[in-house]
């Protein structure tokens, strides 16, 4: 009967109806049994009403009831969306309020993200965007994070001028409306396009300032839309003019581990820039990466050592990340169980490996062991980088014979015969500098590597051969060595090379 009101004459009776609906709608079992006894057939039609007290109860219904996963399916099924989106465009501002806040409960559901936009509700959705009434900026901002999900929207969104008023009300003094604001900023900067236009609308600026939020999950939305920003070659030089590196830094103390992860992301992909990479260092990074090497969460760790990896890279950070400690924890990694943190691991440990001071510090700190052991890896990378390692570190005197005792030779005389000709060139590269030292001359004769040896001879890559033929030269300075290699067959490959 109640239901059967709304169809009343009287304007006072539909009103009253309705309000009654309003309130038997706030019980979650109610919600569900108005619209299996056909309610929405009769208030649909009814948002068209000239009556504002009348609308006003018909919307709080609709929001009661679009609360419910159930109906917000439904209520798109039974025409709900073209009057309610008509709505938005009201003059009344309770009248948007409740129009706005039932499209936010809406778009949560994955269909309706498209529904919403196809019915045209992206412009007067961003038109609200600029109301004075903070709880319609709340559930505009939000409808939008919600239907920006949904892939195709962002570019749509960003087309229809949302990005504007978004980056506005990042600054906005409710935390609530700075909270979607960013999370639909986060969402649309996965878009390539939009990653220029976010830079290009000065929206790096308030993202960064929102860093230094109290609210975690406004950090958490700011710092993973910067991640995203920076994969972009020009925002990673303009957020560090910007000043993102500080508040960046800052996060890695955060005890959100979702927050750590992203501030670390964030910093990874600004590593990529090689003045960033000197920027990052002088900005104090090492101080609070380096600890932070000893986390339990993966997730937080594998960014971490691509920030390292990247920093490794610059000559002069290869000195500084061993002097702010980083060796120790790096090398405790090698051993880890997760292949994906080894080859991270293993690959910075090369990169610090290539200078002259660092070649005696990695051995003092333990690494012979754990890089030897990484020469057995089933993953190619891991392999590539282990050898690369023993290649650079073999260089520095005394280090051959530190090598050979602690195992070396016999896996990187294994990794000769490799199918990777890239773990091949660093194998061979090893073996030619420890092939200097007399014992090992004997040692890598007595390992079976001459065999080897003499099959790289005839390889297609000119660097290998280059390594190879040094490594035989230096063997066969040993009396013994010039018998068994012209007994395992050197003569015609090296004969073949001087062509």
């Known amino acids: 009967p109640l239901i059967n009101l709304l169809r009343s004459n009287d304007i006072d009776v539909q009103e009253s109806a309705a309000g009654a609906l309003r309130n038997l709608s706030e019980n979650d079992q109610n919600k569900i049994r108005i619209v299996q006894e056909g309610a929405l057939a009769w208030l649909v039609p009814l948002l068209r009403t000239p009556s504002l007290k009348v609308l006003e109860q018909l919307l709080m219904v609709l929001w009661n009831l679009s609360i419910n996963p159930d109906n917000k399916i439904r209520m798109v099924e039974k025409g709900c969306l073209p009057p309610v ?158 000043g993102a590196l500080p508040p960046l830094i800052n996060l890695l103390r955060s005890n959100d581990i979702d927050v750590q992860e992203s501030a670390a992301g964030a910093l990874r992909n600004l590593s990529e820039n090689d003045q960033n990479k000197i920027r990052i260092v002088q900005e104090g990074a090492l101080a609070w990466l380096v600890p932070l ?57 090369r990169n610090l490996s290539v200078e002259h001071d660092n070649k005696t510090r990695i051995v003092q700190e333990g690494g012979l062991s754990p890089l030897i052991a990484l020469l057995k890896s089933p993953v190619v990378n891991i392999l590539q980088h282990a050898a690369a390692s023993l290649r650079n570190l073999s260089v520095r005197e005394g280090n051959d014979v530190k090598i050979a005792m602690e195992g070396g030779l016999g896996p990187l005389i294994a990794l000769l015969s490799h199918p990777s000709t890239e773990v091949q060139l660093h194998a061979a590269g090893a073996v030619r500098n420890l092939s200097v030292n007399d014992e090992n001359k004997v040692k890598i004769a007595r390992d079976v590597g001459l065999r080897p040896l003499i099959e790289l001879l005839s390889s297609t890559v000119v660097e290998i051969q280059e390594q190879t033929v040094i490594a035989l030269r230096n063997l066969c300075a040993n009396a013994e060595n010039q018998i068994k290699l012209v007994q395992e067959g050197a003569l015609p490959p090296l004969i073949n090379l001087l062509r």
């Open 293 to 349: 090497l000893r986390t339990p969460s993966l997730k937080v760790l594998e960014q971490l050592l691509m920030v390292l990896w990247n920093l490794s890279i610059n000559p002069d950070n290869k000195i500084r990340m061993v002097e702010k400690g980083c060796l120790p924890p790096v090398i405790a990694l090698l051993k880890s169980a997760e292949e994906r943190i080894q080859e991270l691991a293993v690959g910075t440990i």
């Open 85 to 242: 989106i008509a709505l938005l465009k009201s003059a009344e501002e309770r009248i948007q309020e409740l129009a706005v806040g039932t499209i936010r409960n809406l778009s949560v559901e994955h269909d309706n993200k498209t529904r919403i936009v196809q019915e045209g509700g992206l412009s007067p959705l961003i038109a609200l965007l600029k109301s004075p009434v903070v709880n319609i900026l709340q559930h505009a901002a939000a409808s939008l994070r919600n239907l920006s999900v949904r892939e195709g929207n962002d570019v749509k969104i960003a087309m229809e001028g949302g990005l504007g008023p978004l980056i506005a009300l990042l600054s906005h003094p409710s935390t609530e409306v700075q909270l979607h604001a960013a999370g639909a900023v986060r969402n649309l900067s996965v878009n390539d396009e939009n990653k220029v236009k976010i830079a290009r609308d000065v929206g790096l600026r308030p993202l960064i300032e929102l860093l230094s939020s109290t609210v975690v999950e406004i950090q958490e939305q700011t710092v993973i839309a910067l991640r995203n920003l920076c994969a972009n070659a020009e925002n990673q030089i303009k957020l560090v003019q910007e």
